[in-house]
């Protein structure tokens, strides 16, 4: 039988360091206070500027007038 555990994605602060807004954890690890990224609680709690870094990290362009509902849109699309 094997220790293994299975890795799941939880959000974190968008950093330099953290550009996307999560880090990789073993599932058995996880607690009540942590949100799996890609669930749209993950979205919820980035503030608009941690939406923007995250959608330019990955390449996305952002449309000029672009709301806080519209980049998470846009981020759940490209996740």
Do not use: H, R, Y
Not at 15 to 39: M, S
């Amino acid at each position: 039988m094997s220790d293994a555990c299975e890795t799941v994605k939880i959000v974190s602060p968008i950093t330099d360091e953290n550009p996307l807004g999560f880090i990789v954890i073993n599932k058995c690890d996880l607690t009540d206070a942590d949100n799996l990224f890609g669930e749209s609680v993950a979205t919820a709690v980035l503030t608009f500027p941690q939406l923007k870094d995250a959608l330019t990290a990955k390449g996305v362009t952002i449309p000029n007038g672009a709301k806080k509902a519209d980049l998470q849109a846009l981020l759940d699309a490209n996740s």
